[in-house]
């Protein structure tokens, strides 16, 4: 079992390094084709790619946080996240095959 932190961002990985969180491998992007079952994906991805993580049997966490409309397209430093609620939280990704929109 690998346990991945997936970001590109200075804030979120400095913020997971404060709670000294297991993790076996930090990236800023994810292959999915590296990751096996019963692995642990942590970070923030597209749906695309959670739902490919959760076929092969990883378990998916995102970062979770509500933040301001003022916020949004800037970088938010680890105490930014920390201020906005910022969790880890499991989800289980889906994608449905069939006819698109």
């Known amino acids: ?15 997971a390094k404060r709670r000294k969180l297991p993790v076996d491998r930090w990236v800023t992007h ?3 084709d590296e990751i096996r079952n019963g692995d642990i994906v942590m970070g923030t ?9 959760c076929n092969r049997g990883a ?9 301001a409309e003022m916020q949004r397209g800037r970088e938010l430093t680890a105490d930014d996240l920390s201020a906005a609620g910022a969790a880890l939280q499991r989800y289980t990704v889906t994608k449905e095959h069939g006819d698109v929109l």
Do not use: C, K
Request: negative net charge.
């Open 45 to 53: 991805l597209p749906l695309g790619s959670a739902a490919d993580i």
């Open 30 to 32: 994810l292959d999915a």
């Open 59 to 67: 378990a998916f966490y995102t970062l979770d946080f509500q933040t």
């Open 1 to 15: 079992m690998t346990r991945w932190f997936v970001s590109r961002h200075n804030g979120a990985i400095e913020w």
